[in-house]
């Protein structure tokens, strides 16, 4: 059985838990606690020496990056997460990275606790949070088109991607009000049990 290495409020971890959703597979989840420094023990070191979540367990390997692991297993499990066409799934990997590459990276805890510890005080964490989430994701919406998700009428890695950090948007209190396209594709996506299901309230352990 699959091990997904988890942490509740880890948007990275979330998409997994969408994915593994979406793949109807079953898996044991252990907590790696971030906020008590388990990420940074030897126990799990061993499994990511980046000391990041999430880590997944899987066919006698243990996969790192949520991304690669994403797309290990719609590879193997043919999920469709990617479309056929190149040029089509260059854009779905653009939208993906858009928030994976861009965003998500310096809105990571221990950067902005870093860039708030360097700046004696002057970097207001909530600001920060708010201006690359607000900037990133007004950036999505001008990048997305009218289906009915991110990228037309099926869900795509984008997809898992945008909606784990939609709850980061809610956390930090960025407003979505003028970003209807993404809220029209956060309506239809939440209403799939495997993102509901996967929604940090209910994998809080
Ligand atoms: N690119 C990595 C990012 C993983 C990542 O940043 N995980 C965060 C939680 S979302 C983490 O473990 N942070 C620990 C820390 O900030 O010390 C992935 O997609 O898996």
Not at 62 to 78: G, H, P, R, V
Not at 97 to 123: F, K, R, T
Not at 151 to 167: F, K
Request: overall charge negative.
């Amino acid at each position: 059985m699959a091990k997904l290495y988890d942490y509740w409020r880890s948007s990275a971890s979330y998409r997994v838990r969408i994915a593994l959703g979406l793949a109807e597979l079953d898996y044991d989840t252990e907590v790696v606690n971030l906020l008590e420094g388990q990420h940074l023990k030897d126990s799990h070191l061993a499994r990511n020496p980046q000391g990041l979540v999430p880590a997944l367990d899987i066919d006698g390997y243990t996969m790192t990056q949520s991304l690669a692991i994403i797309q290990y297993l719609d590879e193997t499990l043919k999920l469709g997460l990617l479309p056929n066409l190149p040029i089509e799934r260059a854009q779905v990997r653009a939208l993906s990275y858009a928030i994976a590459m861009e965003i998500h990276p310096v809105c990571n805890l221990h950067v902005v606790d870093y860039a708030v510890s360097e700046s004696g005080g002057q970097i207001d964490k909530e600001q920060w949070m708010q201006h690359f989430i607000d900037k990133g994701l007004r950036a999505y919406e001008a990048m997305i088109g009218d289906g009915t998700y991110s990228y037309g009428d099926t869900v795509t890695l984008a997809d898992i991607c945008l909606v784990p950090q939609l709850y980061n948007a809610d956390r930090w209190g960025v407003d979505l009000t003028d970003m209807p396209k993404i809220r029209r594709a956060r309506a239809a996506l939440e209403a799939i049990p495997a993102f509901a299901n996967a929604h940090p309230d209910k994998c809080n352990r």
